[in-house]
Nanobody, 116 residues
């Protein structure tokens, strides 16, 4: 059975940082391209970042609104995807989901709230 479990969300002040984790099981994580997406209240989901697998040269890509502030990474030995988020702003407030790129299969999400 496929599982994606996100964690690490919370309440942070503007300018702060958070590190999200996504534990994966039930599929070949090391050879699967993964992504982070987010959804703010009343808005459609938006793509945040993608991590391609070693066969795709471990390429990472970012949405322009997070590039330079967020870093996606993965530990294939631990079947875990990460998202390091720095210089957070209230606009980053959303539920963050990790997902498989191939079929958009997602976990339950973790809430990130940026507020003073």
């Amino acid at each position: 059975e496929v599982w994606l479990v996100e964690s690490g969300g919370g309440l942070v002040q503007p300018g702060g940082s958070l590190r999200l984790s996504c534990a994966a099981s039930g599929f070949a994580f090391a050879s699967t391209a993964m992504k982070w997406v987010r959804q703010a209240p009343g808005k459609p989901p938006e793509w945040v970042a993608t991590s391609f697998h070693p066969l795709a040269h471990n390429i990472t890509t970012y949405a322009p609104y997070v590039k330079g502030r967020f870093t996606i990474s993965r530990d294939n030995a631990k079947n875990t995807l990460y998202l390091q988020m720095n210089s957070l702003t209230p606009d980053d407030t959303a539920i963050y989901y990790c997902a498989r790129l191939q079929d958009d299969y997602r976990g339950q999400g973790t809430q990130v709230t940026v507020s003073s």
